[in-house]
């Protein structure tokens, strides 16, 4: 018990006792001690109701001195409610310090709840993406900011992947969306302008296109020059070798040109709109055959399990298969072997090349795709290997939202596998038996 509770119960019963006392000097002690009762009550009572007032008033001053119990619940109330004061206070600028932090990045910041709606943003949301703090809450962010990749990123709650969209309130300008998991059950949408990313990537893309396109008519001059002197029989027979090196020389840089303009094409092409319903088992074919030809490589087969038919360009599919089998074949020897495969499942199709060639190590896999990267760079020379075949089947295969798988092993093959997802596909209704019952 405290001091305050202490006093205030010996008060009581001296107030009480007096009472008594005073009413035994008149003979009456049992009304003595209840009219000290009724007083005591009635004290108290206004105590009471002062403290209510006080409570409701939130003025706490006629109860700043004494050291009853009332004085010191008094103290004590105020003391809390000061210190509550004081707390809300600092977390009033704690609040402002944060809301100020996250208003000066750069990066626009969206929390959404579970459900995809806007519970706050900063302020670079709303100058990137057009968001309003106020007018927004509550509303789905796929509603406002409308790409069907943000929406697929936000519904498939990938928080490794990123989509570029084009900003809603800029014209021209490119935003980088990522989503990151944040508190409960709720997400941070991240917004990074990458226009000046995205104009750097166009400059570099349109330099090689129009370097490439510039430098096409001028080798088609000197080509012709060099075929003349080819078939002209009066040169001088010491001329004949550096004609035909230069005539070899000029072919391979027609082709370096002619990959780089396909290559750029590619790039600035977004995803294949063709609906072309490519029929994959005979174009492994046609190309197997266009490399029937060829002495001294290695055998082709082709392993076919499914009759399901790809959604895309007949034409870009064409070159990913050439080029694949064209790199097996050239890093294959002559008594290995070489399987083309196609075959689908409820997860899509896979388009497989595989070799028992010399392989490739471990640490030049990630690489392989990038342009101009060759393994054995003197090699690559030799054989004609330019290093822009992968990069090329990349972009088609990206084009037409597929992926190309590596696995490889230095000595004992690779194996090349694209594979398309299920909506790339379509996959043939099995023909009625006739004459059924
Ligand atoms: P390249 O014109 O040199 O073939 P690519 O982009 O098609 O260019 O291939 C890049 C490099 O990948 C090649 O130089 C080669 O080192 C390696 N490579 C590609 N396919 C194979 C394969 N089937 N077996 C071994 N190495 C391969």
């Given at each position: 018990m405290s001091d305050g509770a202490r006093k205030f119960l010996v008060g009581l019963v001296l107030f009480l006792a007096a009472g008594a006392g005073i009413g035994w000097l008149y003979g009456h002690i049992a009304w003595g001690m209840l009219v000290a009762s009724l007083i005591a009550v009635v004290w108290q009572a206004q105590r009471l109701f002062s403290f209510e007032r006080a409570l409701r008033t939130g003025n706490f001053e006629t109860f700043?001195?004494?050291?009853g119990i009332w004085e010191q619940i008094f103290s004590r109330f105020r003391f809390e409610s000061e210190r509550a004061a004081r707390r809300k206070k600092n977390y009033g600028l704690l609040l402002r310090e944060i809301r100020k932090s996250t208003n000066a990045m750069p990066d626009g910041a969206v929390i959404l709840d579970g459900n995809n709606d806007i519970i706050a943003c900063n302020r670079a949301a709303k100058q990137l993406?057009?968001?309003?703090?106020?007018?927004?809450?509550?509303?789905?962010?796929d509603n406002i900011l409308r790409d069907p990749e943000l929406t697929r990123l936000l519904q498939a709650d990938d928080y490794k992947s990123t989509v570029e969209i084009m900003s809603p309130v800029i014209d021209g300008e490119w935003l980088n969306c990522r989503v990151v998991p944040y508190g409960v059950d709720q997400k941070l949408l991240l917004l990074r302008d990458i226009t000046e990313r995205i104009r750097l990537s166009k400059m570099r893309r349109d330099f090689v296109a129009n370097a490439s396109h510039e430098l096409r008519s001028p080798l088609t001059v000197i080509s012709g020059y060099l075929d003349s002197l080819a078939d002209d029989?009066?040169?001088?027979?010491?001329w004949e070798k550096p004609v035909a090196q230069m005539r070899g020389q000029a072919a391979r840089m027609r082709q370096i040109l002619s990959e780089l303009l396909e290559l750029s094409r590619l790039e600035s092409a977004?995803?294949?709109?063709s609906e072309e319903s490519v029929d994959v088992p005979a174009l492994l074919e046609s190309s197997r055959q266009a490399f029937?030809?060829?002495?001294?490589v290695a055998s082709v087969s082709i392993d076919v399990n499914s009759t399901a038919e790809l959604r895309g360009n007949r034409a870009e599919i064409e070159t990913v298969i050439v080029n694949l089998i064209s790199n097996a074949i050239r890093h294959t020897p002559a008594d290995g072997e070489i399987t083309l495969s196609w075959s689908s499942g409820p997860d899509g199709a896979d388009l497989v090349v595989a070799d028992t060639g010399e392989g490739i190590d471990f640490e030049h896999i990630p690489r392989l795709?990038?342009?101009?990267?060759?393994?054995?760079k003197g090699r690559g020379r030799e054989d004609g290997g330019i290093g822009l075949g992968l990069a090329i089947v990349k972009h088609v295969l990206a084009r037409h939202d597929a992926v190309l798988i590596i696995t490889s092993e230095a000595g004992a093959g690779s194996v090349f596998r694209c594979h398309f997802p299920a909506d790339r596909v379509a996959v043939e209704p099995p023909i009625p038996l006739a004459g059924g019952r």
């Open positions: 700043r001195v004494g050291d993406a057009g968001l309003k703090r106020k007018k927004d809450r509550g509303q789905r962010v029989d009066s040169i001088p027979s010491a977004g995803p294949s709109k029937a030809g060829h002495r001294n795709t990038e342009r101009f990267f060759r393994v054995d």
